[in-house]
């Protein structure tokens, strides 16, 4: 079987046909038949392969979720988180802020074991989102340097948590 690659209106009707069946992978042809092919760059191939990356995003991530609640049981501040709460006008600021901190905990373990990735993420994002316009964004961009307590640190979180959500099993 000869393989013929595509030029010009050919290569940009294939990239269209690519991109219209939700995928951005690059077409070749290979006899009569349009096959899609991964292609990694030579030196992200040496480096690491994208299952160790998504893998190590996902233990980092729960290990962050745990650490963020392990260290309100520690410290004792979850009455204090569920006070923030009540004064921003949630009514039940510490059942809501124990919420959190159990389900980071349980939800953080699971995650990095590798179980529950897309609805954990997704259940996450429903915490961090709100977090971000009630608590971080009146800090403006920055968690530290200019500013203090903003967004970014969420946002990294957020594109994190769609990463795995998105990763198919």
């Not at 997704?122 to 971000?132: Q, Y």
């Not at 969420?154 to 990463?163: A, K, N, R």
Request: proline residues 4%; aromatic residues 12%.
């Amino acid at each position: 079987m000869t393989q013929s690659y595509m030029y010009g209106a050919e290569k940009m009707a294939a990239w269209s046909r690519s991109i219209t069946n939700n995928s951005i992978l690059p077409m070749r042809e290979v006899g009569h038949t349009s096959v899609k092919s991964r292609t990694t760059p030579p030196f992200m191939a040496a480096f690491i392969s994208q299952r160790h990356a998504l893998l190590a995003l996902r233990i980092m991530v729960g290990i962050i979720m745990m650490a963020h609640g392990f260290q309100r049981l520690y410290y004792g501040t979850v009455a204090d988180f569920g006070g923030y709460l009540d004064s921003l006008g949630l009514m039940i600021g510490t059942p809501i802020a124990w919420s959190i901190t159990l389900f980071e905990l349980a939800a953080g373990a699971t995650l990095a074991l590798g179980f529950f990735q897309k609805w954990i993420s997704l259940t996450w994002l429903l915490v961090i989102v709100p977090g971000i316009f009630l608590v971080h964004l009146p800090n403006g961009w920055y968690v530290v340097g200019p500013s203090s307590g903003g967004v970014e640190y969420s946002c990294l979180i957020v594109v994190c948590l769609l990463v795995l959500a998105a990763e198919r099993s």
